[in-house]
């Protein structure tokens, strides 16, 4: 049987040896390995290029869908917040991480000016308004007709999860 985890670790560590960031990720269906990725942002200057994200492109491009269930997916680490809000969008049956923030903390630490992991839940819980980073809101009408008009061109169904 294949060690998945032991696979997620050997990638990261190989990203490490390449110049990356220490993250790696395997995504898993029916015991065969689906598709993975170490974090590239270091190597392409992508902010996104986080290796969960990059192993979802990888395996909704091979399957044809937005929805991995059935997938278990293998993270070295605890996901950051733009990963778990993609695990919760893609749906796996399972998440799998191999060392927390704390664990990894004394050796490794990427902090933004408006991105700190310790704060960062406080930050995305309060009101738009109240966040640190600044946003206005614009409201235009024809923004919400792009909506309607979605929901018209899919006979009326406003569930995206039903397309």
């Given at each position: ?62 399957l044809g869908t937005e929805n991995l ?95």
């Open positions: 049987m294949t060690d998945f985890a032991q696979r997620a670790i050997d990638l990261a560590r190989q990203n490490v040896a390449d110049g990356g960031r220490p993250f790696a990720t395997v995504i898993v269906k029916d015991g065969e390995v689906l598709a993975e990725s170490a974090n590239k942002v270091a190597q392409t200057h992508d902010p996104t290029a986080h290796a969960e994200i990059l192993a979802i492109r990888a395996a909704c491009t091979k269930a059935g997938t278990t997916f293998y993270v070295l680490a605890h996901p950051c917040p733009m990963c778990l809000g993609s695990l919760y969008y893609c749906s796996p049956d399972e998440v799998i991480f191999l060392t927390t923030r704390e664990q990894y903390e004394p050796h490794y630490v990427d902090d933004r000016k408006y991105f700190e992991l310790a704060t960062f839940y406080d930050e995305f819980a309060k009101d738009w308004q109240n966040r640190r980073l600044p946003m206005r809101y614009e409201p235009r009408p024809a923004a919400v007709d792009v909506y309607r008009f979605w929901q018209e061109r899919n006979g009326g169904n406003r569930s995206a999860s039903a397309s």
